[in-house]
């Protein structure tokens, strides 16, 4: 007892007559200091030799670690060294913790409103955003169909064949972080697993149109088709999204009719994507087999006024 009395003696002693109990420093600088390397001038201090000190300050009790001019309770900051606070985690509950507390769960940062552990936002990343138009009459044959080959490019939209749309403009495209897209073959290929929005409009052009009427077999319905076709990693097909519709009504054939109906159609999906699958557009129509049928290209500007596509990174 005799030996703690004359410690706590020493302590009172020491602090009246520095204000402020120092180890390692004869003066130090709050009331208490720990200059661990023993390099700290009473004044003029630099940076790199508070680099290892601990000190609270007199009157605020604020702490500074590296620092003698704390600004808040805790303060780390210096330039001239590695500044990184670790934090570890709990198994307290968000109530227990109280509010404002904060803990690394070893995936994300989090913080205790009070009721629940709560993820610290981060900056979010640059999405991606894809803009085409076309402007031309290419697809792409790759089903067999009514159309004369499989696998092949098309000029126009083949009779009951389905068919990529290929050949874009590309218009915009933010940043490829979240995809990429390759204009030649329309594939949007995501980069990062995500949600992504897709959309596409085509119209073909003015004139006749006319189900398939063989001699043999009755009107066919007049349908048409916007397909959304994915595809995993190893271009192997794993979903479809199509969005049909049906022509007017005054767009088949009458005897001595040349036609000016217009067929077009669209389709909006969203698609999650894991990171290497892909999108790509295509269509389907019920023509007449006598050849393909021309989309209309009608511009305003360089941009196509009915044939355009948009791919949103969610």
């Known amino acids: 007892m005799k030996y703690i009395f004359i410690i706590l003696l020493s302590i009172s002693i020491l602090s009246k007559a520095q204000n402020g109990v120092g180890i390692n420093t004869e003066k130090p600088q709050g009331i208490f200091h720990i200059d661990s390397k023993k390099n700290t001038p009473e004044t003029g201090a630099t940076l ?104 092949c490019n098309v000029t126009g939209a083949p009779h009951r064949t389905s068919a990529y749309l290929t050949n874009w403009t590309q218009k915009y495209n933010t940043t490829t972080d979240g995809g990429s897209f390759d204009a030649s073959t329309g594939i949007f290929t995501a980069n990062r697993t995500g949600t992504f929005t897709a959309t596409f409009t085509f119209a073909l052009a003015d004139g006749m149109i006319r189900a398939w009427d063989g001699s043999a077999n009755p009107v066919d319905t007049n349908q048409i088709e916007a397909i959304w076709r994915v595809y995993n990693a190893s271009n192997i097909e794993i979903n479809s999204v199509k969005c049909a519709n049906t022509f007017p009504s005054d767009s088949r054939q009458n005897s001595g009719d040349s036609g000016n109906a217009k067929a077009g159609s669209n389709c909006t999906a969203i698609f999650h994507l894991q990171a290497g699958q892909t999108i790509r557009p295509a269509l389907w129509i019920d023509l007449n087999p006598g050849g393909p049928k021309l989309f209309d290209l009608t511009l305003s500007g360089t941009n196509s006024i009915y044939n355009n596509l948009t791919i949103v990174e969610n």
């Open 48 to 151: 790199n030799q508070l680099s290892d000190d601990f000190i609270v300050k007199h009157t605020t009790g604020d702490i500074g670690v590296g620092t003698n001019a704390p600004k808040v309770k805790l303060d780390i900051r210096n330039n001239s060294v590695n500044n990184a606070l670790g934090i570890g985690d709990t198994n307290l509950t968000a109530t227990e913790a109280g509010k404002g507390a904060i803990r690394y769960n070893g995936s994300s940062l989090q913080y205790s409103n009070g009721t629940h552990w709560e993820n610290l936002l981060t900056e979010s990343p640059a999405k991606t955003v894809v803009i085409a138009t076309k402007t031309n009459n290419d697809t792409y044959a790759y089903e067999p169909g009514g159309h004369s080959c499989t696998n």
